[in-house]
């Protein structure tokens, strides 16, 4: 799988060969109808699908692993990205630990189980574009609802060193251009100077961001918002006309991200004496789920590892309890080794992975 090259479109480069999932999703697709799955496709962007192995069991039960084909991008790495050599215990590539390692643990149980029959129901969701715009999650959502399936449990896919991870902030990201009017700078009462609203917008959201602090905790603390980037400006001898600003919100449990997309552009335009238009970059609620779930114990007691959260997003936002009554995430590997110059799985990690899900699968005790 590392050796067929995914990279999420809007980080493809020179040495990222054919970028998307298309390869990955066609290769998924023959191993899972080899492995007797009935498979399904869902077309979430042009040329970048969901594949859905669907597994009948013994039970009424329904179990789902969400595994993303996505990677990001190669032009960082050290030497062949996709080269997927194994060395020093380890499998090396693109797509080793974020987060192909999971998909083949899956299919190699199902191919090991030795005419085993199925205890429960099994869904193997091999999902798009979570790397970019996290958009192939949110589609397999409503998939599940079109269907009126309600997955009992459901393990999100991403390096966790097997730890069940039971939340994280969802993030808001915002760009906002201010209009104004251009005018020779020894004139300026003749324009509109969007660079000074600008600035009256930015001490805007350090007191939002202020306002949060005061605020109490949720289960993953406080929200919180940064002013990440300004451009403005044309020349020093011209009234700028336009500039842009953004923001990124993090976002805790009992928010939603598109309310705060529409409260933060009212904000905007209330503190900035020049008309501002908004365009929303990134919007992903908060996972959280108790880590009293008698799922993410299950896992935590065969993994030997507590609950834990983690600072950045994953696939799980997008699953309520409508669509997956529990949910975690977990998968082999570190994070520390996705998304870098060199990315590496322990080929330890994979048999924990393995052994993990037998248990949750019913196929060991
Ligand atoms: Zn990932």
Redesign the pocket.
Known sequence: MVRIPSVTPAQAGPRSGTPGEARMAQWVTQQLQSLGAQVHHQQVLPGRQNVFGLFTGQSQKWLGVDI?MD?VGVEQMQGDPFDGRIENDRVYGRGSV??KATLAVCLELLRNRAGKPLPHNLLIAATCD??DAARGAPAMAHWLKDRNLTLDELAV???TLCAPIHGHKGVMRQKYRLHGVAAHSSRPELGKNTITAAAKLALAFDAENQRLAQLSPTPLGRGTVAVTTIHGGVGINVIPDSTEFTIDRRVVPGESASDLADQYLQLARHASPLPVDAENYLLIDAFYRPPQDDFIRRIADWSGQAPATVPYC??AWAYTPATARQCLII?PGSIDQ?HGAVEWVEITQLQKLADLYARWWGLSS
Do not use: Q
Request: net charge negative.
């Open positions: 993303h990677t974020d987060t979570e790397e896919a991403e390096p994953t696939n998968g996705a």
